[in-house]
């Protein structure tokens, strides 16, 4: 029975000391951000405990839906590279970029340089650079498929949308349907959620158009960030709902207002077109210190919902 964990948007501090040039527009707007509210909420504090606790249920693969930094400085890439390390080898951890690894348009091959070694397919040749041109990237992991898919595009001040664009999207229907034919358990990560209604500034922009592919292509669950809050919708599909599932930041404190720290844990089990998928969620409950088991669930298969 494979297992997989799931955190997001652990968005890492401190901000790194920038010149003032850096911080011209859109980034002057995050650092204000950072200073009036995310410095107070989010922290190394909440991160450490909650990553170890993921880290001894001794998961087979981590996927990390992104938002690992916080206004696309260079050295916040190092960071985030250092953290992707710490959860484990590059071939046990996988990452799909958020709008904040994107912040701004000079940004936008730093994730994809620093964190290469987590971002790139099973196919990638090691000697030609990762792109945006490489997503969606896969993994296969024994049963599993684990597919990344990029909805990062920089974007103006006091938005914090995405797309994955009809080239991406084409892809992505070939490839899901690909990876039925190898009867395989297709997990796409996204940074940005497919489902549900959020503001215009937050939103993915062709999430119809991702709905749709999934839906003609299939896959058996979709994990996204983002929202900082956990969730769980679904997605119609000719094979029955597909779960949707978001996690809150994974250094979110006890009294965050969207939802304390948290991940999650899907249990995989058996086999094609009779797939059985249980969902742990771990964290924080609200103003509790110490991390524990907060929810079981069946997502899909024998008693579930799908």
Same mark, same amino acid.
């Given at each position: 029975?494979?297992?997989?964990?799931?955190?997001?948007?652990?968005?890492?501090?401190?901000?790194?000391?920038?010149?003032?040039?850096?911080?011209?527009?859109?980034?002057?707007? @995050?650092?204000?951000?950072?200073?009036?509210?995310?410095?107070?909420?989010?922290?190394?504090?909440?991160?450490?405990?909650?990553?170890?606790?993921?880290?001894?249920?001794?998961?087979?693969?981590?996927?990390?839906?992104?938002?690992?930094?916080?206004?696309?400085?260079?050295?916040?890439?190092?960071?985030?590279?250092?953290?992707?390390?710490?959860?484990?080898?590059?071939?046990?951890?996988?990452?799909?970029?958020?709008?904040?690894?994107?912040?701004?348009?000079?940004?936008?091959?730093?994730?994809?340089?620093?964190?290469?070694?987590?971002?790139?397919?099973?196919?990638?040749?090691?000697?030609?650079?990762?792109?945006?041109?490489?997503?969606?990237?896969?993994?296969?992991?024994?049963?599993?498929?684990?597919?990344?898919?990029?909805?990062?595009?920089?974007?103006?001040?006091?938005?914090?949308?995405?797309?994955?664009? %009809?080239?991406?999207?084409?892809?992505?229907?070939?490839?899901?349907?690909?990876?039925?034919?190898?009867?395989?358990?297709?997990?796409?990560?996204?940074?940005?959620?497919?489902?549900?209604? %959020?503001?215009?500034? %937050?939103?993915?922009?062709?999430?119809?158009?991702?709905?749709?592919?999934?839906?003609?292509?299939?896959?058996?669950?979709?994990?996204?960030?983002?929202?900082?809050?956990?969730?769980?919708?679904?997605?119609?599909?000719?094979?029955?709902?597909?779960?949707?599932?978001?996690?809150?930041?994974?250094?979110?404190?006890?009294?965050?207002?969207?939802?304390?720290? @948290?991940?999650?844990?899907?249990?995989?089990?058996?086999?094609?077109?009779?797939?059985?998928?249980?969902?742990?969620?771990?964290?924080?409950?609200?103003?509790?210190?110490?991390?524990?088991?907060?929810?079981?669930?069946?997502?899909?298969?024998?008693?579930?919902?799908?």
């Amino acid at each position: 029975m494979p297992v997989i964990a799931h955190l997001s948007d652990p968005h890492l501090g401190p901000i790194p000391e920038a010149r003032v040039s850096e911080l011209l527009g859109k980034r002057f707007f @995050g650092m204000m951000n950072w200073i009036g509210a995310r410095r107070r909420n989010f922290g190394a504090s909440t991160l450490a405990p909650l990553t170890a606790d993921l880290l001894a249920q001794q998961p087979d693969h981590i996927c990390v839906t992104g938002d690992l930094v916080n206004v696309s400085l260079p050295a916040e890439f190092d960071t985030g590279a250092t953290f992707l390390s710490s959860l484990g080898t590059p071939d046990r951890v996988s990452v799909v970029p958020g709008n904040h690894d994107a912040y701004v348009r000079s940004a936008m091959h730093y994730h994809l340089e620093h964190w290469a070694p987590f971002l790139a397919g099973d196919d990638s040749h090691p000697h030609t650079p990762v792109d945006v041109d490489s997503f969606p990237y896969v993994r296969r992991r024994g049963e599993l498929a684990i597919v990344g898919v990029s909805t990062a595009i920089p974007t103006a001040v006091f938005l914090a949308s995405g797309k994955a664009g %009809r080239a991406q999207l084409g892809r992505l229907s070939a490839l899901l349907q690909k990876l039925k034919a190898e009867g395989l358990f297709r997990v796409v990560m996204i940074h940005h959620p497919p489902v549900g209604e %959020r503001p215009f500034h %937050r939103d993915l922009r062709d999430a119809e158009e991702v709905r749709a592919v999934l839906a003609q292509a299939g896959a058996e669950l979709v994990l996204h960030g983002h929202d900082h809050r956990a969730s769980l919708g679904y997605i119609p599909s000719a094979i029955g709902r597909i779960p949707v599932v978001g996690v809150p930041s994974a250094s979110a404190g006890p009294q965050d207002d969207r939802g304390a720290g @948290g991940y999650c844990l899907y249990r995989i089990s058996g086999g094609p077109g009779a797939w059985r998928c249980e969902m742990e969620r771990r964290g924080y409950a609200r103003d509790v210190s110490d991390i524990s088991s907060l929810e079981a669930k069946i997502l899909s298969g024998p008693e579930g919902v799908a």
